[in-house]
C-alpha cells in the first residue's frame, strides 16, 4: 500500500486547530482582516454562506416569516434599561462616541471634540431591543398576532480572542423574533424553528446535530426556555450551531409589547428569539473537511462541478474548450437535489495540476480534467471529492467514464456524495457518543484517559438548582466540560445522577465545546 | 363624472415632498427608528429591496463577478491615507472610540475609559480603501486578472438631513470593486456595468433612466470617468440611481494594486468601482406612486397577486376559503416574467373592504377579492391596481372574470402591467425633457416661469473648465440645478453654449435633483 500525499501541511489528528486554520487558508475561504477581531470573507467562503443563507431563508419565509431590517446604532438607553433586568448582560460592545473626523494638524485625523454624541451609539450586538421597540409600537390587538419577523444582518461583540467563522468580532447572522397571543403558540414555535434549524443543518449541511433543550444555567439570558443543536466536530468537540428561545413575557414586559385580546383587556404577548451565524460555516469545514482541505457538500456548494481543460496555449485547445463547454452545457441544463447544477467551466490560466489541487483544497465535489487524450477517446478524468485517494495506489482515484456518460451520471453523484457526507459524519458522531458512565469519577477517568478527541458523554441527572447546579458546573469546568443538551425523544432516565447520587430525572450530554 | 376619492390624504401635484412621505407611511415600508437618521424597513419595504437586491445580484453574478465580505470597521489610518490623495474627502462618519460600556454608579451605563481603543475605527462610509488593501494582497501576476469582487453590505454616512430610502445615515447597498490589466479592459467594464444598472432599472424596476457620463466637476473624487442612470421623478427632479467608475490607477496608486505582467515587470492595475443602493426603492416610490399610494411593478412585488376572500365568521367561510385556495393554487403554478406567480391568500382577521384599500396603497400589481355571491356565480371581482379607478362612475373598476379565466389570464396581466408602468413612466419623462433652449436667459425664463414640476432641460455647452466651469456651476446653482449626465448616444452638438457663447461640444441634462 502506497503512501499518500496529502494536500494541506497539517493533519486533523496531529494538531486540529491549527488544521483548522490551514484548511481555511488553502480553501480560500477567508483570512485576518488587519482590523481587530474582523475577518475578511472572501469569495468561496462567502459563497457557501450565501447558499446556506439562501436555502435557510427559503425555509424561514415558507415557515411565515417576514424579513425586515433594523438600524445598526442602538441606543445605549436600551441597554440600560436591558442592564437592569437581565444579570448576565455582556459589556463588550463597539461604542460610537462621534459623528465626524477633523485633521490633526499633523497629517493625521481624530474624532472632531465638537461632534461628540450627546448619547453614544452602539453597534448591536442583536437587535433583540430595538426590535422588542418596533413590535411594541406595531402591535396593537389579536388581529395583529402572530407577528412573525426575521433579519439578516452583521453584528458586532467585543471578542479578545477570536478564531475564523467560530469567533469573530464582526459576524454576520440571522434572528427571528416573534409575538404570539399566548403561551402555548409561542412554546410550538420555538420548537418549529429549531426543527427548521435541524433540517438545515442536517439536510443542506449535511451536518447531523442533536436537537434538544439546553439545561437552565445555560439558557439565553432572560428566556424561560432555551433550544439548540448540537453538532460534534471531528476532534469530538461540540459546536452549538443553532439557538431557539422561548422568552415567556419576560422581554415582552421589558420592551412593552401587549395587545387588546377579543375581549377587550390588555394582554402581555409571549415572545420567541432564534438565530443562527456563519459559525455554520466553521461547523462545515470541522464536520466535513479531510486532511486535503474542505469538502463542500453539494447542496450548499457554490459550484458543484469544475471542469479543468488541460490548456496548453495551442490551437488545439479550442477544440478541447468546446468539448468541455459542452459537457457544461448539458449539465447546467439538468438538475440536482432540486436546484439546477452548478457547473463551472474553468479557464483562468495556470497549469492542470495546480489547479486540481486548489479544487480538492476548496472542496468542489466532483472535479472533472479533460485533456487531449481524453478527447480523443470522448472520455474525462472525474475525481469524487468525497473518494479522493485509490488507497492501493495511493494515487488521485480518478474515473474515466465517456463524456456523455459523465453528463448523465454526475446530478445523481450529486445527491450521492450529499448522502455519504451525512452518514459519514452521522457514523462517526455516533461512535464518539459514550454511555454507561456512571459516576463522575468515571466520567473524570474516561476524559483524563482519552485526552485526544473523546467525544461526548450522556449522563444521566437529577437536574439540581442553585448552588448545587454551580457546584456541578464547576465540576464540568474542571475537566473543561459543559452540559450541552436534552435531546428531544431521548428515553426516560433509569439510573443515578451521576453528580448527586440521587434518582436521574434526564439524560444529557456533556462534552468539551466550542 | 364623479369625484374620486383618493386613498391618500396628500395628492402628488399639491405636496410632492408630503405625498412621498405619506406613500412610505400608508404602503408600510418604513419608518422612522428613533435613532438619529436611521429608519427600519419595514416587511412590505423590505421585500421590495430583496426581489432587486436578488434579481441584480443574479445580473451581477452573470457579468462574472464573486460576492465577498469586508469587515464594517475601517481603520482610521486608511482615511488618512485618503485625505492625503482625496481632495472632496467626506468627515462625517460615525467613530467606534470604545469597546466596552460600564455602570456609571447611577442606573446608567457610559462607554469605560479603560477601554478607549488606541486607534478609533470608523463605521465604513463604503469599502473602496479596505477592499483595495485586499487586492493588494490578492493580486500578483496577470493570471490573477481580472478581479471582480461585490459586497452587500450596510454603510454609515452621518447625514444632517435625512429622507427615507433617499438620504439616510445608515442604507443598504452593493458595490463592486473590480480590477484589470489595462485600461481598455476597464473602460469596457465601467460600461457593462452601467448598462446592468440601465436594464436593472428599467427591466426589473420599469424605471426609465438615462445612461450617461457626468462632466468633470460630478466625479466620484478620484474617478477617472463617472458614469450614471438618471431617473426623472414625477415632480420632474432628477434621481441618480446608480453611478459607475472607471478609476484609473489612482485607486491602485493609493493601495498598492499592481502584478507582474507577461513580460515580468511590476504594472499598475486599472480599476472600477460601481453602486446601487435602498435609494433605489425611493425611486420606485416617486416613479411609480399614485394619489392612492405605491404601485408595485410586478417583476420586484413581493408579492404580486393578493387574494381577499370576504370571510364572515361563519360556517361558509370554509367553502369561500375552499375557493379561494383553488385560485391560489392554479396561480402559484404557473409562470409570469420569468417567474412563479407570487400569490397570497390573505386570510387576516379584518374587514375586506380595510383591506382592500391596505393593499391598495402597498400597491400589489392585482388585487382579486372573492365574497359568497362572486362564488355563487363562479366569478372573482379583479382589480388593476394601475388602472384603479372607473373614470365615469368614481368607483373602483372591478372586472369580474370567471375564477378559472382569472387563473388565465393573470399571469399575461402581471407583464402588461409591467409594460404599462415602464411606459407611463417613460412618456412623462420623455414629455418632461425640454429642448430648444438656446441661452442662459432662456433656462433661466424657463425655470422661473415653470416653479412647479418643470423637468429637465437638455442645453448644449463647450464643456468649459477650472474657473470657467466653476462660474457655471454657481450659474446653475442660483437656480438650483445640477448637471446630470451626457446621455450614451446622443446626437452631436450643432449650436452654441448656453453658458460661454461658444460652439458646444456636447448635450447635457440640467435638472433640479435629489
Redesign the interface.
Known sequence: MSQIRHALSVKREDDFAQWYQEVISAADMA?E????G??????WG??I??RIQRLLDDRIKAAGH???????????SN??RE??HVEGFA?????????????DGE??????PEAKLEE????RPTSET?IG??MA?WIQS??DLPLK?NQW??V?R?EMRTRMFLRTS?F?WQEGHTAHADEAEAREHTLTMLEVYRACAEEDLAMPVIAGEKPAHERFPGAVETWSIEAMMQDGKALQAGTSHYLGTNFAHAAGIRYQDREGSQTWCHTTSWGVSTRMVGGVIMTHGDDDGLRVPPTIAPWQVVILPMLRDKPEDEALLDYCEQLRAALAAKSALGEPVRVLLDT???KAAAKRWDWVRKGAPVIVEVGGRDMENGVVSLLRRDRLWDAGTGKPAFETPTRDAAGEAIPEMLTDIQQALFAEAEERRNANIHRGIESFEALREFYESNTRYPGWVEVQWAKPEGAELDGVVEQLKSLKLTMRNVPIGAPAADGTCIFTGRPAVERIYVAKAY
Do not use: Q
Not at 482582516?33 to 481587530?36: D, Q
Not at 474582523?38 to 469569495?43: A, D, G, T
Open positions: 483570512e482582516s488587519g482590523v481587530r474582523c475577518m475578511v470573507i472572501k469569495p462567502y459563497g454562506w450565501e417576514d424579513n425586515a431590517y433594523f438600524p445598526i446604532f442602538i441606543p445605549l441597554f440600560e442592564a437592569e459589556k463588550e460592545m463597539a461604542v460610537v462616541t462621534h459623528h465626524r473626523l477633523i485633521a497629517g493625521g485625523l481624530v474624532p472632531d453614544p451609539l452602539v453597534v430595538i421597540d418596533a409600537r389579536w388581529r419577523l444582518a452583521n458586532v467585543w464582526e454576520l483562468k490560466p495556470g
